[in-house]
């Protein structure tokens, strides 16, 4: 099973939808991210939470919100879809004491959200 | 401001060795990562390199020049599956910042 995986997988909706990304992990780490792709500009983070009870804002968090339910789970939410935000998005996770960089990532497999 | 500059496209041969360049700038650096992407596939780690020089893994090996700011992807013996869009990113205060990326094309 993946250690990260995130659902939906694809989500078309339409401009003014509420949507929610959710994200689930069995890593263990405390460390949780929400990042999204558009071609040619690469990961763009969107926010951060190193446990349940911090949440932070990434370079891009106008038009997101989040929430960490728990240890392992963190949901990207959309509270006004607008076309714009047609994006790829990621969820990552860390866990500083790996021995690999403080920062070391491990990605879900992504959601691609169409927005029309 | 905080930014990494590398290639947008890079093509070669199988067999042959390609180097992948990346430079940044920032007030907060912790060390210079490199990360892997298939095409809409996840990102997945490749090295990590925290103190100047050379670290190697397999047919990969990754160098950082802290004084120059600069670091580099080296890939040996290419294979076409190495096909994949390459990202550089920096450790800051507590998160990664990327760059836009590298799309390397294997060609037989």
């Known amino acids: 099973d993946a250690d990260v995986t995130q659902t939906p997988r694809n989500r078309i909706t339409k401009t003014g939808k509420r949507i929610m990304l959710e994200c689930s992990q069995t890593k263990g780490h405390d460390r949780m991210y929400w990042y999204r792709q558009d071609p040619g500009l690469g990961l763009r983070l969107i926010y951060y939470?190193?446990?349940?009870?911090?949440?932070n804002k990434g370079e891009i968090s106008d038009g997101y919100s989040v929430s960490r339910q728990a240890q392992a789970k963190f949901s990207l939410s959309l509270e006004s879809a607008i076309p714009n935000q047609t994006a790829l998005y990621f969820c990552?996770?860390?866990?500083?004491?790996?021995?690999?960089?403080?920062?070391?990532?491990?990605f879900g497999p992504g959601t691609r959200l169409t927005v029309l | 401001g905080q930014s990494l500059e590398q290639p947008s496209e890079v093509t070669a041969v199988e067999g042959a060795i390609v180097q992948i360049n990346c430079t940044y700038q920032?007030?907060?650096?912790?060390?210079l990562s490199w990360y892997q992407q298939h095409d809409g596939g996840a990102p997945t780690f490749l090295s990590y390199n925290a103190l100047d020089g050379l670290e190697e893994t397999g047919r990969f090996s990754s160098f950082l020049s802290r004084s120059d700011s600069y670091g580099y992807l080296l890939l040996q013996e290419l294979q076409m599956k190495d096909s994949a869009s390459y990202f550089c990113a920096f450790s800051g205060y507590s998160t990664l910042t990327f760059g836009k990326g590298t799309m390397l094309l294997v060609s037989p």
């Open positions: 990552a996770t860390s866990d500083p004491s790996s021995g690999q960089g403080p920062d070391t990532q491990y």
């Open positions: 939470s190193f446990d349940v009870k911090d949440i």
């Open positions: 920032t007030s907060g650096f912790y060390g």
